[in-house]
């Protein structure tokens, strides 16, 4: 039998058909929750930026609510870019500095401890990261600390579990703090929050459980990442914003998200869930990008082994029974 073509159209779709759905989709659910507008932070990012500008077209930019929330190790070029976007939609936000409440809670310092354990010379001057390895070779998934010192000389260390949890769990503060100003704003302006995760991180449980995991609606979701950035583009967002590679932007050092988490880059990723979507094997998976069978086998364990591992973020609160309560249906 031969092998079905995967090939990149398949993730082609009608951009403005999209933007009218997902714009109804809006109107529907703030009607719903009863709620007046949206709040969402603006990273800069292509994901928040899809997400503002399709809030403006169903809502019109007075009903949206934009936050820049930096800290210490945020690019200078997510606020700049984050604040263009803004600009250009015309919506009301603010800047929210959080580096002053996550120095209070203890995110850097826990954060530090757990590196100077790795790297006993490594003070808050020097810049860090976290890199995977292992899932895409048909290994298990593991981290490497990688550490640039303030004379320029690079330093890396596996990471022991313990050091790992430590460092993730510090960081995520980053993430629910945010979330946190985000319902803050939306409460006070009685308006719902949203979730800008695509579907590739929604997918492989690449966010912060109660931190950017926690929202009102997801408009972009079901979205593969090469579609997000083409609704930017039919969105008339700025050049920078689609043309900007996916970061984590938690870390000192840049860091894209293939190597924070994915095994692939984006584009490769988004065909090697699409394949897996549609039972489509390593043999059509490495044929379309050009790699050994056995490495697109690896690539396709690495997603459901991230499934399964991030189960535990996308679960709903355990209940001893389950508890019904009728509401209302939303007014047509």
């Not at 079905?4 to 989709?25: G, K, M, N, S």
């Not at 609606?217 to 969105?235: D, E, G, N």
């Amino acid at each position: 039998m031969a092998t079905p073509a995967l090939h990149p159209d398949v993730l082609a779709i009608d951009c403005e058909t999209e933007v009218a759905r997902i714009a109804d989709f809006m109107l529907q659910t703030l009607r719903g929750f009863n709620k007046r507008g949206v709040v969402l932070g603006l990273s800069g990012g292509v994901d928040s930026s899809v997400c503002a500008a399709l809030a403006v077209r169903a809502l019109g930019p007075q009903r949206v609510f934009g936050l820049l929330m930096p800290e210490r190790d945020s690019s200078e070029s997510s606020a700049d870019l984050g604040a263009q976007v803004a600009q250009q939609l015309g919506i009301p936000h603010a800047v929210e500095d959080i580096a002053p409440a996550l120095d209070a809670i203890g995110c850097y310092r826990w954060r530090d401890e757990a590196v100077r354990a790795v790297l006993p010379d490594y003070t808050p001057a020097w810049k860090i990261k976290l890199a995977i390895a292992g899932g895409a070779q048909g290994g298990i998934n593991h981290f490497r600390l990688v550490a640039r010192d303030p004379q320029g000389h690079l330093h890396e260390a596996r990471l022991p579990l313990r050091e790992y949890l430590q460092i993730v769990a510090a960081t995520n503060h980053k993430q629910r703090l945010r979330k946190t100003l985000e319902y803050f704003h939306a409460d006070r302006l009685n308006y719902a929050v949203i979730g800008t995760p695509n579907r590739l991180e929604y997918d492989q449980g690449f966010f912060v459980k109660n931190g950017d995991g926690s929202a009102d609606l997801k408009p972009i979701a079901h979205l593969y990442k090469t579609q997000v950035y083409a609704l930017a583009r039919h969105l008339g967002l700025p050049e920078a914003v689609c043309n900007a590679a996916p970061t984590t932007d938690t870390y000192s050092l840049p860091q894209g998200q293939d190597e924070f988490y994915f095994a692939l880059p984006w584009q490769q990723m988004d065909l090697a869930l699409w394949a897996r979507n549609h039972d489509l094997g390593a043999a059509a998976l490495a044929a379309a990008l050009s790699m050994p069978e056995a490495r697109a086998s690896a690539v396709l364990a690495d997603i459901d082994a991230k499934r399964r591992t991030t189960r535990y973020l996308h679960a709903r609160p355990a209940l001893v029974e389950p508890i019904f309560t009728p509401h209302p249906e939303p007014a047509p």
